[in-house]
C-alpha cells in the first residue's frame, strides 16, 4: 500500500470514540448507514428480510427515534445483522 492509498483509508475511518452528540448534526446517520452498506454479505441481512425487520420495528410501540427502548440500540443496525434477534418481549423477528 502507499501513501496515497494510506491516506485514502485514514479519511475513511470513523472515530469510534465519538459520542453522537460530539459529531456534526446528521453525520451520525451517514455513519450508521456507512457501517451498515460495507457489513460483510455472509453476516448480512438479506434486502426482503431487513426491511420486515424495519416494519417489525415501527409496528412496535418501544420504537422511539430510531431506537429500541428494550436495548438501546439503533434497529436498523440491529436488523441489518441476520444473526441478530429482536430483543422486544414479542419476539416480533
Known sequence: MDMQEAE???QRRVCKKCLLRDMKEG???KNM????DSLDPE???PGEQYEERLAACRECG?????MCRVCGC??????AVVKNRCPGPEKRW
Request: aromatic residues 20%.
Open 8 to 10: 485514502t483509508d485514514e
Open 27 to 29: 453525520e451520525y446517520f
Open 33 to 36: 448507514y456507512e457501517y451498515i
Open 43 to 45: 453476516i448480512k441481512t
Open 62 to 66: 418501544l420504537l422511539m427515534n430510531g
Open 74 to 79: 439503533f434497529v436498523e443496525m440491529r436488523a
